[in-house]
């Protein structure tokens, strides 16, 4: 039985299978991608709720794994030469399972840069443009009478769903045939956008054919159906 006592995350989320990968995370775009990659490979994992709600990714213990303070993280018991392994970031995340699993990324090493490239495009860009607009259209800072910073985010993430649109014109998956990480790591935060956020009409989302296409066939996937109630809500 692997011996997972060095990671202090364990003495408040304790496992109860030390065996398998460890997840801690919630069902927001980002820490559902992790669960839906999981669900997708078919790797045995155990996966924890970190009560965002209420700073618990502000506690010592979640610290002692990921001092951004951020959901997800996982730690796997069988990490790189046999030994325990903790991970952060969400990206990085999906490119270790998918390289520890050989799935859902291309071995072809044009093709696998090629996507990890539309992950960077999702972390670095759509994720977090999605989320200001997210906070100044229905959250904190609606409440702020200056609109501009809300004009910012809506046009640049019009923008972007502009780039997305552009992508899957002819292709089913942003890798054209193959589904990979690359659609993990959007797919969530464009169902956010216009769900959650209620965002829809603010980027003229009924104005794009592909990228609602896409979002249709991706949330139709058994294991993504899975993965967005991953860890269950308290």
């Given at each position: 039985?692997?011996?997972?006592?060095?990671?202090?995350?364990?003495?408040?989320?304790?496992?109860?299978n030390?065996?398998?990968l460890?997840?801690?995370?919630?069902?927001t775009?980002?820490?559902?991608k992790?669960s839906?990659?999981?669900?997708?490979?078919?790797l045995p994992?155990?996966?924890?709720t970190?009560?965002?709600?209420?700073?618990e990714?502000?506690?010592p213990?979640?610290?002692?794994l990921?001092?951004?303070g951020?959901?997800?993280?996982?730690?796997?018991?069988?990490g790189?030469?046999?030994?325990p392994f903790?991970?952060?970031?969400?990206?990085?995340?999906?490119?270790?399972?998918?390289?520890?699993?050989?799935?859902?990324?291309?071995?072809d090493?044009?093709?696998?840069?090629?996507?990890?490239q539309?992950?960077y495009?999702?972390?670095?860009?759509?994720?977090?443009?999605?989320?200001?607009?997210?906070?100044f259209?229905?959250?904190?800072?609606?409440?702020?009478?200056?609109?501009?910073?809300?004009t910012?985010?809506?046009?640049?993430?019009?923008?972007?769903?502009g780039v997305?649109?552009?992508?899957l014109?002819?292709?089913?998956?942003?890798?054209g045939?193959?589904?990979?990480?690359?659609d993990?790591?959007?797919?969530g935060?464009?169902?956010n956008?216009?769900?959650?956020?209620?965002?829809?009409?603010?980027?003229?989302?009924?104005t794009?054919?592909?990228?609602?296409?896409?979002?249709?066939?991706?949330l139709?996937?058994?294991a993504?159906?899975?993965?967005?109630?991953i860890?269950?809500?308290?």
């Amino acid at each position: 039985m692997a011996d997972l006592s060095a990671f202090d995350i364990t003495k408040r989320w304790p496992a109860k299978n030390p065996d398998i990968l460890q997840l801690y995370s919630f069902p927001t775009p980002n820490g559902v991608k992790v669960s839906i990659m999981l669900e997708e490979i078919g790797l045995p994992y155990e996966a924890h709720t970190i009560k965002i709600g209420e700073d618990e990714t502000w506690t010592p213990e979640f610290l002692s794994l990921n001092p951004n303070g951020k959901i997800p993280a996982i730690l796997d018991p069988n990490g790189p030469d046999g030994k325990p392994f903790g991970l952060f970031e969400s990206g990085a995340i999906l490119q270790y399972l998918a390289e520890k699993s050989g799935k859902l990324l291309p071995a072809d090493p044009a093709r696998r840069m090629e996507t990890i490239q539309w992950v960077y495009f999702q972390m670095a860009g759509l994720g977090p443009i999605f989320g200001q607009l997210g906070f100044f259209h229905k959250f904190a800072g609606k409440e702020i009478e200056d609109k501009r910073p809300l004009t910012r985010y809506v046009n640049e993430s019009k923008r972007l769903l502009g780039v997305l649109e552009t992508r899957l014109d002819g292709r089913d998956w942003i890798m054209g045939d193959e589904y990979t990480i690359a659609d993990i790591a959007i797919l969530g935060w464009v169902r956010n956008l216009i769900g959650f956020y209620e965002a829809g009409d603010l980027v003229a989302y009924d104005t794009l054919k592909n990228v609602p296409a896409w979002l249709e066939h991706g949330l139709a996937r058994p294991a993504v159906q899975r993965g967005l109630d991953i860890p269950a809500r308290p």
